[in-house]
């Protein structure tokens, strides 16, 4: 099982450097999206998932009697997804406005972009 999780996460991490080299903005969002998916992946597969019992210590015992699952890597990925979430939040808020002030998504234009116009900017926001 965990071959099997390992593998498709490294499946999910060459596509999304695939698609984050491409100079498209959304396909490198998607592939921000992806990366984050596939390290929560491989963070549940390093966590040696065992559903045979769940993860409780019996009375009177100090140590758990059986293999058991291990609840921290699925805490851990938990907090991966809500602060994965913010990140995709703020990014969709540059990328909007990245394309609202300067009319495209292409990296290199992005990169090449002079001179914005100050009547396309929010009152307040303007450059001197």
């Known amino acids: 099982m965990e071959t099997v999780l390992a593998l498709l ?6 596509g999304s450097v695939y698609l984050m080299l ?7 969002i998607f592939g921000l999206v992806l990366a984050s998916n ?3 992946l491989l963070i549940f597969a390093a966590g040696r998932p065992n559903t045979s019992h769940p993860p409780l210590i019996p009375d009177g015992s100090s140590i758990p009697a059986t293999a058991i699952a291990n609840s921290l890597p699925q805490a851990l990925i938990l ?3 809500v602060i994965g979430f913010a990140l995709l ?3 969709f ?3 909007f406005r990245a394309y609202d002030t300067l009319g495209t ?3 290199d234009a992005l990169n090449d972009a002079e001179g914005i116009d100050n009547s396309r900017m ?3 926001e303007q450059t001197p």
């Open 79 to 81: 907090t991966a997804i």
């Open 38 to 40: 596939a390290v929560n």
């Open 9 to 14: 996460g490294g499946a999910m991490i060459a």
């Open 89 to 91: 939040v703020f990014v």
């Open 22 to 28: 491409d100079k498209n903005l959304i396909r490198f």
């Open 93 to 95: 808020i540059l990328f």
């Open 122 to 124: 929010p009152q307040g």
């Open 105 to 107: 998504i292409d990296t």
